[in-house]
């Protein structure tokens, strides 16, 4: 399933990717607008993106197993999710753009039921991650149509994730018992990124950015929060956090300061 959703995220970048090259390739050279926007920005985003979670959905699979002989409802795997963050974006020159920025995915699989007055059961799966992203983008030439420059580019850098967080398992508190049972795996990692869009400039301080992005990064080195063991897979190999994935990201640009090319 993993292979399948791979070669999904390489099509849907390869397909942006050929759009963003026709559209360079029609690009005629322009002025206006990109030359009203300021050197440096900071662009606001948000992007919904697929996730891997291999090893987590595994796991997931087992807790319902587990519930099920309890008579629960499963809990769903978690293959989407949303990342929203913040990029400072630096013009160097009229063609390269320096990248760099970090935002926040968090995702969780929940079943919460009230059977009686004063009895609660929780059981659930969550992921926090904040990948942190250091990287360049290559602008092609620019379209200009009244008051509107289209500017496809191309990016890629590196990517870290950094506090990646995972929760899983459920608690009970019932007439006559309580019971609570969660693993916290937690690591970092690092990877990288691939990106291919089209930015938008007005006559404003204010851009938009519409782009694919393809994440590659994992937590390798996987251990449980509270005795510091690494974790390991029925199988016997290491746990992994990957939510490794494709997205599709808007994002709002403020222009702050510094005199724009000419």
Do not use: C
């Not at 006559?203 to 390798?220: D, V």
């Amino acid at each position: 399933m993993r292979v399948v959703a791979l070669r999904r995220a390489a099509r849907a970048v390869a397909v942006v990717g050929m759009v963003t090259l026709g559209l360079a390739t029609l690009a005629t050279s322009g002025r206006a607008d990109e030359q009203r926007v300021r050197r440096f920005g900071i662009a606001l985003y948000a992007m919904p993106t697929n996730m891997a979670l291999d090893d987590l959905n595994n796991q997931i699979t087992g807790l319902n197993i587990f519930t099920a002989q309890q008579n629960l409802a499963p809990i769903e795997d978690i293959h989407w999710g949303a990342q929203f963050g913040m990029e400072g974006r630096y013009t160097v020159t009229h063609h390269w753009t320096a990248v760099a920025g970090f935002g926040t995915i968090k995702k969780a699989s929940t079943l919460d039921l009230l059977p009686q007055v004063g009895q609660h059961i929780l059981v659930q799966a969550r992921i926090k991650t904040v990948p942190v992203n250091l990287g360049a983008a290559y602008y092609f030439n620019p379209k200009t149509s009244g008051n509107v420059t289209l500017r496809p580019f191309l990016g890629a850098g590196l990517e870290r994730l950094v506090e990646t967080k995972v929760k899983i398992g459920g608690e009970a508190v019932l007439q006559d018992t309580s019971f609570t049972s969660f693993q916290r795996p937690q690591g970092e990692g690092i990877g990288w990124y691939g990106e291919a869009g089209m930015h938008f400039m007005f006559a404003s301080r204010y851009s938009l950015i519409l782009n694919g992005m393809y994440r590659h990064a994992k937590s390798q080195q996987v251990y449980e929060e509270t005795t510091l063991a690494r974790l390991h897979n029925p199988d016997g190999t290491f746990y992994e956090i990957d939510p490794s994935g494709f997205g599709i990201r808007l994002a709002v640009q403020i222009g702050l300061f510094g005199k724009p090319l000419q």
